[in-house]
């Protein structure tokens, strides 16, 4: 029988190698953990191909956690990467 394949598996999978990319520009301009690479809000939105809205409702529902300071939303990389861990679901073979 055929894979099952749902779009969602194949978003995630795409906003994982967006990751990964922005992963090695970070590591070519700064070198440092992802723990303490910070990500702003617009590296946010296209990272996961979201409006501002959808960003602030999930930081409002608690799915992305992100720090404030001033007017300015900043996120940790390393949390990105358990948010996605979090919420991929691999393609179950029948």
Same mark, same amino acid.
């Given at each position: ?68 300071? !001033? ?20 393609? !179950?073979?029948?």
């Amino acid at each position: 029988m055929a894979e099952f394949k749902h779009p969602i598996n194949d978003s995630l999978k795409k906003i994982n190698e967006r990751l990964e990319y922005l992963i090695k520009q970070q590591k070519i301009n700064n070198i440092q953990s992802p723990e303490y690479t910070i990500l702003d809000n617009a590296d946010i939105l296209q990272l996961f191909k979201i409006t501002t809205k959808t960003a602030s409702t999930w930081r409002n529902e608690g799915i992305l956690p992100y720090l404030k300071i !001033k007017n300015k939303v900043f996120y940790k990389l390393s949390d990105m990467h358990e948010v996605i861990d979090a919420n991929y679901n691999p393609s !179950k073979k029948k």
